[in-house]
């Protein structure tokens, strides 16, 4: 898909360049919610089920990974402005299978494979948790900045609060 979007003059049907109409879309807040549901649930059913030890902190990483999923699947859909637009069942069905693949993975490893860890608050642990914090709160100002253009209803503008001067997507640069 990179390649193809890279050296064609294809256009991804994403965001405002989404031109398919409701036959083969599903309402923005509702395509949102279905995508990210599977990792929300996922990982923490597997990580809780499995046989591995459940120590602190396995509930540290699955309390982290429920609270993105939660504001990714449950939280931000419903808070968005879109109100008409679309999403096209393709990227609604790519992302949900992305993320039951991704949310599997982490959790059958949680739950099946990694040896216990304590808490025992390693620079490691507390340096993946700061990081986790810093890229979770860039994402929400992101998204919080992106939904407040919206409702001002003056059609597409150019974010220019936050890190939006900086950088083009800090919503994305926040989930990385």
Not at 27 to 40: D, I, K, R, V, Y
Not at 85 to 114: C, D, H, R, W
Not at 162 to 168: K, M, N, V
Request: proline share 6%.
């Amino acid at each position: 898909v990179l390649l193809i979007l890279l050296f064609s003059k294809l256009i991804a049907p994403y965001g405002r360049h989404n031109q398919i109409k409701s036959k083969s879309s599903i309402a923005n807040h509702w395509g949102w919610f279905w995508m990210e549901l599977p990792a929300f649930l996922l990982c923490p059913i597997l990580a809780i089920t499995g046989p591995t030890e459940k120590t602190p902190f396995l509930y540290l990483l699955i309390a982290v990974w429920a609270l993105h999923y939660f504001n990714r699947s449950i939280l931000f859909p419903f808070r968005l402005k879109t109100q008409g637009k679309q999403m096209p069942l393709l990227i609604l069905i790519s992302a949900l299978l992305f993320n039951a693949t991704n949310g599997f993975f982490n959790g059958f490893y949680l739950g099946f494979v990694e040896e216990s860890q304590s808490l025992d608050f390693r620079l490691n642990q507390m340096l993946g948790l700061l990081l986790f914090l810093g890229g979770f709160s860039i994402n929400l100002q992101a998204d919080q900045i992106l939904i407040k253009l919206r409702e001002k209803g003056q059609g597409y503008q150019i974010p220019q609060k936050g890190l939006y001067p900086l950088i083009s997507c800090p919503n994305y640069l926040g989930e990385i």
